[in-house]
């Protein structure tokens, strides 16, 4: 009895990572948001907090500012002088790939010692508070939680 309920359980647990690892691939590969981001790159336009009356800040040299989302879930970044890594998954919205919801991971980051830069200080702290992307125009807005602000960012070369 006991043989025939471990040959049961493996069964399970076997096809259950079958799914699982199916279904992993094709969020990666998938359509809809992942495809519109995955192997894309971004330099850093501007960031305009929420409210009326704020300027939008702007970094002095763009591309050190970037963003790569790999096909395989990995986000590389540039912030200023230093590099960083992390994870990504997006959603694609009702209208299609074109919005959605976005997940990006903790962004594990070199720790050089920049100029003083209002977004240097700034962009590694929102990364995780980013939660929608809209691409418009060939540029990438990433809004933050709570209608925070938006990093509007233009597509580069890979």
């Known amino acids: 009895m006991k043989t ?13 990572a079958a799914v699982l690892l199916a279904t992993g691939c094709a969020g990666v590969a998938g359509t809809g948001g992942q495809a519109q981001l995955a192997g894309s790159a971004w330099q850093l336009v501007g960031y305009q907090a929420a409210g009326t009356g704020t300027a939008e800040v702007r970094p ?19 912030v200023d002088c230093n590099q960083g890594s992390g994870t990504w998954s997006a959603t694609p ?23 003083p830069s209002p977004l240097g200080g700034r962009l590694p702290g929102d990364i995780e ?4 992307y809209r691409i418009d125009g060939g540029r990438l807005h990433l809004e933050l939680a709570g209608g925070g602000g938006i990093y509007t960012w233009e597509r580069v070369s890979p």
Do not use: I, K, W
Request: charged residues 15%; proline residues 5%; positive net charge.
């Open 4 to 16: 025939v309920q471990r040959r049961h359980m493996q069964y399970v647990a076997g096809t259950a």
């Open 60 to 78: 002095a040299r763009p591309d050190q500012y970037q963003l790569r989302f790999g096909a395989d879930g990995r986000l590389s970044a540039r």
């Open 93 to 115: 919205g009702a209208a299609g790939g074109a919005s959605g919801s976005l997940m990006l991971g903790p962004l594990a980051t070199t720790r050089m010692m920049c100029p």
């Open 129 to 132: 508070a980013m939660r929608s």
